[in-house]
């Protein structure tokens, strides 16, 4: 079974940075490409940012500019590298690994912008 960790989050006030880590228990190549999702209080899970294998990433679209996402295949691990956080940008954020045949999730890591 495939386990992600997550970590980085906490309170950051607005304007901050954070970077947020994920370590995978398997090589990260084997998965078609990973990422991180979040979902705000009341609000869907949305795509926060994804890498694929090849590289080739995607950023949402509120989220251009001030997020970046990273991999160290050596490392097992994915990065998202946030800056300029508002407060809109409080949510749980999550890991995803994706395979042709499966999704794998973390547990989470909650990050609350806030003066």
């Known amino acids: 079974q495939v386990r992600l960790v997550e970590s980085g989050g906490g309170l950051v006030p607005p304007g901050g940075s954070l970077r947020l880590s994920c370590v995978a228990s398997?090589?990260?190549?084997?998965?078609?490409?990973m990422g991180w999702y979040r979902q705000g209080p009341g609000k869907q899970r949305k795509l926060v940012a994804r890498?694929?294998?090849?590289?080739?990433?995607n950023i949402g679209d509120t989220m251009l500019g001030r997020f970046t996402i990273s991999r160290d295949n050596a490392k097992n691990t994915v990065y998202l590298e946030m800056n300029s956080l508002k407060p809109e940008d409080t949510a749980v954020y999550y890991c995803?690994?994706?395979?042709?045949?499966?999704?794998?999730w973390g547990q989470g890591t909650q990050v609350t912008v806030s003066s």
């Open positions: 995803n690994a994706q395979t042709a045949l499966d999704y794998y």
């Open positions: 398997e090589h990260i190549f084997r998965f078609n490409a």
């Open positions: 890498i694929t294998r090849g590289g080739g990433e």
